[in-house]
């Protein structure tokens, strides 16, 4: 595992001792969240005396080896004010770690739940603020352009994208690039978690294996189902539910339908 790690500056080798000893044995009480690959603890950091996070990955992740090399070796490389820096790993008695400086998002705190749809979302607001050079929500702005994710999806929706990108940028940028990185920006932040793509399919994409998704022109609104309800004792107060004899289920089109238009423009990518 060493090997595949550049030499020279960069993430810092832990034990396990010490990411244990910084988390208090991964207790329950200081758990930020269950992502898609493991659990994320909240630590301290012995030398620096600074709150820290580590990222658990358990042995039932289907992350590979490769994966998780590509992971430290990515995640070195980025700089940006909402993203916490990787300043270690650990990959011993067959558990993977990487140790954070800082904490996770104010949201997953807040919740203190993570999942793979929420990682994605928080990608793809990160990808609109890198491109805009703006946070997530600015009172300082136009009532349009308060939250970004809206203000961009609409521009997007009138043809004007490139409008959204951070104007110090001075024109000196790849469109095709940074067209496509917001796009699938958009892609990550809709409403919608079940069309959300899978973080394969945002690579693919983005390196121009797959096609850009076809998004809606308007941000949707989300739609949420009432659960179940006991339809004999509802029919006896509504007089105009239909219901099925035989099965006990109500016609199909007193429900909102989900749209079956497909995301992509072709055929989702097998990744």
Same mark, same amino acid.
């Given at each position: 595992?060493?090997?595949?790690?550049?030499?020279?500056?960069?993430?810092?080798?832990?034990?396990?001792?010490?990411?244990? !000893?910084?988390?208090?044995?991964?207790?329950?009480?200081?758990?930020?969240?269950?992502?898609? $690959?493991?659990?994320?603890?909240?630590?301290?950091?012995?030398?620096?005396?600074?709150?820290?996070?580590?990222?658990? +990955?358990?042995?039932?992740?289907?992350?590979?080896?490769?994966?998780?090399?590509?992971?430290?070796?990515?995640?070195?490389?980025?700089?940006?004010?909402?993203?916490?820096?990787?300043?270690?790993?650990?990959?011993?008695?067959?558990?993977? +770690?990487?140790?954070?400086?800082?904490? $996770?998002?104010?949201?997953?705190?807040?919740?203190?739940?993570? *999942?793979?749809?929420?990682?994605?979302?928080?990608?793809?607001?990160?990808?609109?603020?890198?491109?805009?050079? !703006?946070?997530?929500?600015?009172?300082?702005?136009?009532?349009?352009?308060?939250?970004?994710?809206?203000?961009?999806?609409?521009?997007?929706?009138?043809?004007?994208?490139?409008?959204?990108?951070?104007?110090?940028?001075?024109?000196?940028?790849?469109?095709?690039?940074?067209?496509?990185?917001?796009?699938?920006?958009?892609?990550?932040?809709?409403?919608?978690?079940?069309?959300?793509?899978?973080?394969?399919?945002?690579?693919?994409?983005?390196? $121009?294996?797959?096609?850009?998704?076809?998004?809606?022109?308007?941000?949707?609104?989300?739609?949420?189902?009432?659960?179940?309800?006991?339809?004999?004792?509802?029919?006896?107060?509504?007089?105009?539910?239909?219901?099925?004899?035989?099965?006990?289920?109500?016609?199909?089109?007193?429900?909102?339908?989900? *749209?079956?238009?497909?995301?992509?423009?072709?055929?989702?990518?097998?990744?």
């Amino acid at each position: 595992m060493d090997d595949e790690f550049e030499k020279g500056t960069g993430p810092k080798r832990f034990t396990f001792a010490e990411l244990s !000893r910084a988390t208090s044995d991964f207790a329950e009480s200081g758990k930020l969240g269950e992502g898609g $690959f493991g659990g994320v603890y909240k630590g301290l950091s012995s030398e620096s005396n600074t709150q820290i996070a580590v990222k658990k +990955f358990s042995r039932g992740s289907k992350q590979g080896k490769k994966e998780y090399v590509s992971e430290v070796k990515i995640i070195t490389r980025l700089r940006h004010r909402n993203l916490v820096q990787l300043t270690g790993w650990c990959h011993e008695r067959d558990n993977s +770690f990487g140790r954070h400086d800082g904490l $996770f998002s104010s949201r997953m705190c807040h919740h203190r739940k993570a *999942s793979k749809e929420s990682d994605v979302y928080g990608f793809g607001v990160v990808a609109l603020e890198i491109t805009s050079g !703006r946070r997530p929500v600015d009172t300082t702005q136009e009532p349009n352009k308060v939250r970004l994710v809206e203000w961009v999806w609409d521009l997007y929706g009138k043809g004007h994208l490139l409008e959204a990108v951070d104007k110090r940028l001075t024109n000196e940028f790849d469109e095709r690039q940074l067209e496509c990185l917001m796009i699938v920006g958009l892609w990550c932040c809709h409403p919608d978690f079940a069309y959300r793509p899978s973080i394969r399919q945002v690579i693919s994409v983005l390196n $121009f294996e797959a096609p850009l998704p076809s998004l809606p022109a308007k941000l949707p609104v989300p739609i949420y189902y009432a659960p179940p309800m006991n339809l004999h004792e509802f029919s006896s107060k509504s007089s105009g539910l239909t219901t099925s004899e035989s099965s006990g289920t109500t016609n199909s089109s007193l429900l909102p339908s989900r *749209s079956t238009k497909p995301l992509l423009n072709e055929e989702e990518p097998n990744v």
